[in-house]
């Protein structure tokens, strides 16, 4: 499984709802998972590896070795939000980027399971950045689009050059 990167049409589409659970669903969601660890993420939503459905995994430690915080979240919304912070983030479909950008620091979220039974989960901190990044994805919204102008400015060069790459077929 390969990530996409940046500026990949895929990745602007974001993904459909799910309406179909089972074992190829939970297959799609363990290769996921490998393809994270592989890459060396806390995060990945389908439509990162061209997949285009609401399904995000995710696992805050990054650590193949520490699974005890893995999660996947089929059809995730967010029912609420609380407080702002900025924080660093960086993205597998952008590759070198990193930049402060701002969430929630605690929301809610209500998802369906594997199984398509509906969860919630409360989060906050790292777990929260990380669920609205990946959310994000599945609208087809990019972190970097939530930068400052400043940050924005900073970013730039190293985002036109992830597109001239792209352009090039590397």
Excluded at 16 to 21: S, V
Excluded at 31 to 48: C, F, I, K, S, T
Excluded at 127 to 153: A, N, W, Y
Aim: with cysteine.
């Amino acid at each position: 499984m390969e990530v996409l990167i940046y500026p990949h049409p895929v990745l602007r589409r974001g993904g459909q709802a799910i309406t179909e659970f089972g074992p190829e669903l939970r297959e799609t969601a363990d290769r996921m998972m490998a393809a994270m660890y592989e890459q060396g993420g806390v995060g990945l939503a389908a439509p990162q590896v061209g997949i285009e459905l609401k399904l995000l995994v995710l696992n805050p430690t990054g650590s193949p070795d520490d699974r005890s915080g893995e999660r996947v979240l089929c059809n995730p919304r967010i029912v609420r939000k609380k407080k702002r912070e900025f924080g660093e983030e960086g993205c597998l479909s952008f590759p070198g980027i990193q930049a402060e950008v701002e969430r929630h620091v605690e929301i809610t979220v209500v998802y369906q399971d594997l199984d398509g039974q509906e969860q919630s989960l409360k989060c906050d901190g790292w777990l929260s950045r990380i669920v609205q990044h990946e959310i994000d994805h599945l609208e087809g919204v990019f972190f970097v689009d939530r930068l400052t102008p400043t940050e924005k400015m900073r970013v730039k060069a190293q985002l036109l050059e992830l597109e001239e790459r792209y352009k090039a077929g590397a």
